[in-house]
């Protein structure tokens, strides 16, 4: 699969099968975004595959009760170790993990796994969760889908996008 087609091919999965993901797929979608650029070439970051069902079951509590983190076999939590401010104005942390999950979700996409970008969470309860320290930045499930979503619209190139 060419990065083109995982972009195409990669949808926002809200139903999983119980299919546990392989410890190697696992493996394979950290490093991807351990692989990620980010500012300064820092890497403050931290990614977390939680596989446990408890914690799952305590994380959909944190993720504003959505059923998908519970279901799915996996949940990536990805985390900032530093909060501060980048010239251009933005959260160092956000970018970076941000960057990193695309990149994720990219290599998810080609393993014929599924993710959805979760902004709905309480960040200090996911924190409590896990036992963090780290800001979250982003969760997402990760698992074999178990539904085929039809692509949702996209504006057309020249709404969104200019050559100057």
């Known amino acids: 699969m060419t990065v083109k087609e995982a972009i195409e091919a990669r ?11 392989e410890q190697e797929k696992l493996r ?6 351990r692989l990620a650029p980010s500012a300064n070439n820092r890497q403050d970051w931290k990614f977390i595959a939680v ?8 994380l959909r509590a944190a993720c504003c009760d959505q059923q998908m983190v519970e279901q799915a076999p996996a949940v990536l939590v990805v985390c900032g170790q530093s ?3 980048m010239t251009c104005g933005q959260r160092r942390s956000s970018i970076n993990g941000s ?32 036992g963090l320290h780290e800001t979250v930045v982003a969760v997402s499930p ?9 692509a949702r619209p996209r504006k057309a ?3 969104v996008a200019e050559i100057r």
């Open 11 to 21: 949808r926002s999965i809200r139903n999983y099968d119980n299919r546990p993901v």
């Open 28 to 33: 394979q979608v950290l490093e991807a975004g």
């Open 51 to 58: 596989t446990d069902p408890a914690l799952r079951r305590q």
């Open 83 to 85: 909060d501060d401010e």
């Open 99 to 130: 960057i990193a999950l695309s990149f994720m979700m990219l290599q998810a996409a080609e393993l014929g796994l599924g993710t959805c970008w979760l902004g709905a969470f309480y960040n200090e309860k996911v924190q409590q969760v896990l």
């Open 142 to 150: 990760l698992g074999y889908p178990a539904e085929v979503p039809q």
């Open 157 to 159: 190139f020249d709404e």
